[in-house]
């Protein structure tokens, strides 16, 4: 992580004290985010971004500031201040009031907001298997919440077990999604991805690449996925905002198919729109950086 932080309007170092144990969202994870790639200082895809967290904020009754153009210039200004025109960028939007534990605030909400460098995933994923993972008729499945812990906890002991990533899956056996990313499966000339109701987050890749990418030579779809269609498919990867898409090489107790050729094409592809997309809103760029 960089060394300064965005708290509400405020760029701060890293270790300033500016938060305090009464607030319920810090202590409860009562509150949402969103994870957004900077590209030549231009936040990419922002208006899927702050509508997702907005529709995510109402739905578990966390205040939303009124403006996204202010967030948005505030952002910026993080990145400005960090000297990060690549990066990665972190957003969070946390309930300040609420429960029996808490000290009340003036603020309803804080934004605490914070980048670091890319990472470098490598050119594949292993992914290992959990089974109950996703309850997919939950009312809030598919909300983006910073209670993360078992997300976390299932991603470390991944690397424990060998693997990069696991694949969630939900109460019927379907395949959900990965800790933090999106899965997909190749088919011939077709390309699956589990629909909403199968317990997954709507990624914004996962979002562009149903309904703004150029999928050619493919078409994309959402069906529900189950482990064996994963061993069947001539190629599987996942994708984020950080991944972007990432082939999986290898399926915990399933023989698959890895082939970067087959998912080069959509990457290729996705790249492109990222970067016209960018260079279209070049004017929103941190001012340091235009």
């Known amino acids: 992580m960089h060394r300064l932080v965005l708290h509400n309007d405020t760029i701060l170092d890293a270790s300033e004290p500016c938060l305090t144990p009464g607030q319920v969202g810090l202590m409860t994870g009562w509150g949402v985010f969103s994870t957004l790639r900077v590209r030549d200082g231009v936040l990419f895809a922002w208006d899927r971004h702050v509508a997702r967290m907005r529709r995510d904020a109402a739905l578990v009754h966390v205040p939303f500031p009124e403006s996204p153009d202010e967030l948005h210039a505030s952002l910026l200004r993080l990145v400005e201040a960090n000297r990060a025109p690549n990066a990665t960028l972190r957003v969070n939007i946390l309930r300040n009031n609420g429960g029996a534990f808490h000290v009340p605030t003036a603020r309803e909400f804080d934004v605490i907001a914070f980048t670091s460098d890319l990472a470098d995933w490598g050119e594949s994923v292993k992914l290992g298997v959990v089974t109950q993972a996703r309850h997919s008729q939950n009312p809030y499945a ?89 061993e069947a498919a001539d190629a599987v990867f996942i994708t984020s905002t950080t991944r972007d898409l990432l082939p999986v090489a290898s399926l915990q107790g399933l023989t698959i198919r890895h082939s970067r050729a087959v998912v080069d094409p959509l990457l290729q592809n996705f790249r492109s729109y990222q970067a016209q997309w960018v260079k279209e809103h070049a004017g929103e760029a941190a001012p340091v950086l235009k």
């Open 142 to 230: 598919g909300t983006k919440v910073t209670s993360w812990a078992f997300n976390l906890t299932w991603y470390e002991k991944a690397h424990e077990d060998g693997f990069d990533e696991v694949l969630l899956l939900d109460e019927s056996g379907y395949v959900s999604e990965c800790t933090s990313a999106n899965v997909f499966a190749i088919f011939g000339d077709e390309v699956r991805t589990p629909p909403l109701t199968c317990g997954c987050l709507p990624g914004i890749t996962r979002e562009l690449l149903l309904t703004e990418i150029d999928a050619s030579p493919y078409t994309i779809r959402e069906q529900a996925l189950t482990l064996n269609d994963l």
